[in-house]
């Protein structure tokens, strides 16, 4: 991906357009830019005085805070056979587990990515009867 275009630049551009040196279309020319960035580059001047190229991608920090994974390794630990659906949202009559603690509502792939940050799985109880199970023959 290209970089952001010079900060010397971008103030020839302004500089050339305010001296009403050509049209957008020439400036671009001239300086080898495409029309699109003259037009974005005046309307952001224009509009806050900015000439410098915004900032590009970054770090997101994460929704579950490290102070929140206890919460969830006591949700875990209280009842290990939760979904990770209820670990977020809750289902029917309970509420909301991680939200009504925290205030902070989240998905369910944000959810496994905690309780896999802590090491834990959510366990399930297998709802089939044991009459229902296989069983390994001994052959």
Do not use: W
């Amino acid at each position: 991906m290209p970089g952001s275009y010079s900060g010397d630049l971008r103030s020839r551009v302004i500089t050339a357009c305010v001296a009403k040196e050509g049209s957008q279309r020439q400036l671009a020319e001239r300086f080898k830019v495409s029309l699109s960035f003259v037009r974005n580059l005046l309307r952001r001047y224009r509009q806050n005085g900015q000439i410098e190229a915004k900032r590009r991608g970054g770090y997101q920090q994460p929704t579950i805070q490290n102070e929140h994974l206890s919460i969830i390794q006591s949700l875990v630990k209280e009842k290990n056979d939760l979904l990770l659906r209820e670990l977020c949202v809750g289902v029917a009559r309970r509420r909301h587990r991680y939200q009504e603690r925290t205030g902070i509502r989240v998905s369910i792939p944000t959810m496994h990515r905690a309780v896999e940050k802590l090491g834990l799985r959510c366990k399930k109880k297998v709802f089939m009867p044991a009459s229902k199970i296989p069983q390994e023959s001994k052959s």
